[in-house]
């Protein structure tokens, strides 16, 4: 018996998660991925994306999914479209979100292919035939595929249906975390413990820092509103379709019914965003306890006066003409593309606006230039000056901060042979890899691309 794990790609970037187990018991080779994201970011990710996948499509039997994000599953229908044909498992929610999340893309890759005059990566053909391979596993049901081998799924507290698959093959146990949920978050339940693993495959996006709290986060949002208004400016956030804009409305609504800031318009300028709010609003058996209780009592959490959204290309420019003070909500949440970045162009150049940060923004991005303090970004090709006023928001990342994921690691620590720090640009991994074996004295390492570990 040998189980073989290879990082194709997810390791020495944030994005484009990608990990192959090739599992051998003598008689049969099956070979499993988790994950099949796209590379986001900087140009250079467009030409990667292109790139093989340094393994044959046709050859992969089962593919697994642990949560919707388009970093997480982005590539799945240039899989399909390279020859795989077997079959995708992940939760009902994250499979549902998926289809969205997927139809969106389609869009956007034809639109940048048009730009750079290449054909799209995919087409919708090949994404409709992904989606017809996909079937669903719910949360904490042992579902065997061989003898010997079965998987589990914990929830990872991340966004709607996002999970940690748990792989048992004789008698090892390997557990891939996926992206593990900022606990507590105002929405989802806490990322579940794992105990009893022998090897993890874990995200490390904030392994090298800390978030603010969940009051100070809130504070910081009322305050950063309350500014903007009193400036009589625009607050733009740019924000992920799925999860964020959901957290973001949440919390608005609470500081709206608390009257802790004015009652102003507020946009939401994403019809995919509309879609994946529609999505939470039946699904809320997945929330925390708090959550269902508001819920239960009559509160319509994403809903409040002067909420508005807006699907059509008309409604949202026509949201430039409405009269600040405003907030406009609009993906993606690094400025990668999406109607953020029309509203940054008209906002960025006047200081009586806020840009607010809520995530991660990948190197290469609008998102990030506006983090680490650029005085100019290229929009479209054109430059635009930055004298709006750029806030930064941690503490609302859906990504657990690093004494989270060490404290997250130390439930395994006792059993645990070794963790692979995954999912996190390079100075990240390398210290929460270090932080692991300095704290929990367990072997962890920082894992190159491309190459095998026999585990």
């Known amino acids: ?189 806490d990322t579940e413990p794992i105990a009893g693993a022998d090897y993890v495959i874990m995200e490390s996006v904030y392994g090298d820092r800390n978030h603010e709290s969940k009051d100070e986060r809130r504070k910081k949002l009322e305050s950063v509103i309350k500014s903007t208004m009193d400036r009589q400016g625009t607050l733009v956030i740019p924000a992920f379709s799925l999860e964020r804009t959901q957290v973001i409305l949440y919390e608005i609504n609470k500081l709206v019914e608390s009257g802790a800031i004015p009652s102003v318009p507020v946009y939401v300028d994403s019809p995919l965003a509309t879609k994946i709010t529609d999505i939470y609003k039946g699904s809320t058996r997945l929330f925390n306890d708090r959550a269902q209780g508001e819920i239960s009592g009559g509160d319509d959490i994403f809903n409040f006066p002067r909420l508005s959204f807006t699907v059509s290309g008309d409604a949202s420019r026509s949201i430039d003409h409405a009269k600040s003070p405003k907030i406009i909500i609009a993906g993606s949440g690094m400025s990668v593309g999406g109607r953020v970045l029309h509203h940054e162009e008209i906002y960025l150049p006047d200081s009586k606006n806020t840009i607010l940060l809520v995530g991660y923004q990948t190197l290469g991005s609008v998102g990030r230039h506006l983090l680490d303090g ?82």
């Open 1 to 189: 018996m040998s189980i073989n794990l290879k990082f194709c790609s997810g390791v020495g970037s944030v994005t484009g998660a990608n990990f192959l187990l090739t599992l051998n018991d003598g008689k049969k080779e099956t070979k499993v991925l988790v994950d099949c994201g796209l590379i986001q970011g900087e140009k250079a990710a467009q030409a990667e994306n292109r790139e093989e996948f340094g393994y044959q499509a046709s050859e992969i039997d089962i593919l697994f999914i642990t949560h919707a994000h388009l970093d997480h599953v982005g590539r799945i229908p240039k899989l399909v479209k390279e020859g795989f044909n077997g079959s995708i498992y992940s939760t009902p929610e994250t499979m549902a979100l998926a289809a969205l999340i997927l139809e969106d893309a389609v869009g956007l890759l034809e639109k940048d292919a048009k730009n750079e005059g290449v054909l799209p990566l995919y087409d919708i053909q090949d994404m409709r035939k992904a989606l017809s391979l996909w079937k669903s596993i719910r949360y904490h049901e042992e579902t065997p595929f061989s003898e010997g081998f079965s998987i589990y799924l914990r929830d990872a507290g991340h966004i709607l249906g996002s999970a940690m698959i748990q792989f048992t093959y004789e008698d090892k146990k390997i557990v891939f975390t996926g992206d593990l949920g900022n606990t507590p978050t105002p929405l989802l339940r």
């Open 374 to 455: 650029a005085k100019k970004v290229s929009i479209h090709g054109n430059e635009f000056k930055v004298r709006a006023k750029i806030e930064t928001i941690l503490g609302y990342s859906s990504h657990k901060d690093s004494d989270h994921l060490l404290e997250f690691a130390g439930t395994t620590k006792d059993t645990v042979k070794r963790i692979f720090v995954a999912m996190g640009e390079p100075k990240a991994s390398l210290f929460l890899a270090q932080k692991l074996r300095d704290n929990l004295g367990v072997d962890a390492i920082y894992p190159e691309r491309n190459v095998d570990y026999e585990l």
